[in-house]
């Protein structure tokens, strides 16, 4: 397993990069709602996973409400061909080895009893088509809560991307209400009706057009 190697070097090369790079690509980052993040808890934030900018869409989201540590799993083929990702947090899960997950899934619960950071983890597993019927969510993420206790919120997080009135899509998302980790492990069924609810709600909302914030016009930490 691979695990982050932290540098504040490579954060601060990042961060103004993938503001330039989302504003480049898209006319507006619409946010619904904000994160109920909880102090004195582990947190985990589970997005849908449907397009290759996943990952910055979760991390400059979450990044503009709290300082927590970012860690968030990929792939051990992508994570060895993007490497620089490692040193923002990125470690790894082998999906072809049994103990290589087991590993990851271990690991996953060390970083959620530490309070000073979060997780980002895609139940879905894999990119899906947004609309995709019915949503597939793995077991992964019930192991990671089932035999342990880990004082921890899971948030389902969804994003939308949707065309509008000008030539470059919009962004929308969404977060659902936290959930404790103990229910997810137990209850999974729990998960997957707010998950699935979650993207429900930010589909209303991008149709309306309602949101409370463009997050590219913001004085938030960016």
């Not at 947190?43 to 991390?59: A, K, Q």
């Not at 994570?79 to 040193?87: A, D, G, S, T």
């Amino acid at each position: 397993m691979i695990k982050p190697d932290h540098k504040r070097w490579a954060r601060s090369l990042f961060n103004p990069y993938i503001k330039r790079l989302l504003r480049k690509n898209f006319s507006h980052f619409y946010l619904v709602n904000e994160p109920v993040i909880e102090d004195g808890k582990g947190l985990m934030v589970t997005p849908n996973h449907f397009s290759w900018w996943d990952g910055f869409f979760i991390e400059f989201a979450i990044r503009q409400f709290t300082n927590r540590l970012l860690h968030i799993m990929m792939l051990e083929e992508q994570l060895n061909r993007f490497w620089f990702f490692r040193k923002l947090g990125a470690y790894s899960i082998n999906l072809n080895n049994s103990k290589s997950i087991a590993e990851s899934l271990r690991y996953t619960q060390e970083i959620l009893k530490n309070h000073s950071n979060y997780v980002v983890y895609y139940p879905q597993g894999a990119i899906q088509p947004y609309d995709l019927k019915p949503v597939n969510i793995k077991p992964g993420l019930q192991k990671i809560f089932q035999d342990v206790d880990i004082n921890a919120n899971v948030i389902p997080a969804a994003f939308k991307i949707q065309y509008g009135e000008e030539p470059l899509p919009d962004i929308y998302a969404r977060f659902a209400k936290p959930l404790e980790g103990s229910a997810v492990g137990h209850t999974p069924d729990v998960f997957k009706e707010a998950f699935c609810e979650n993207i429900h709600h930010l589909d209303r909302s991008a149709h309306k057009q309602r949101y409370i914030i463009d997050l590219f016009n913001t004085n938030k930490n960016t």
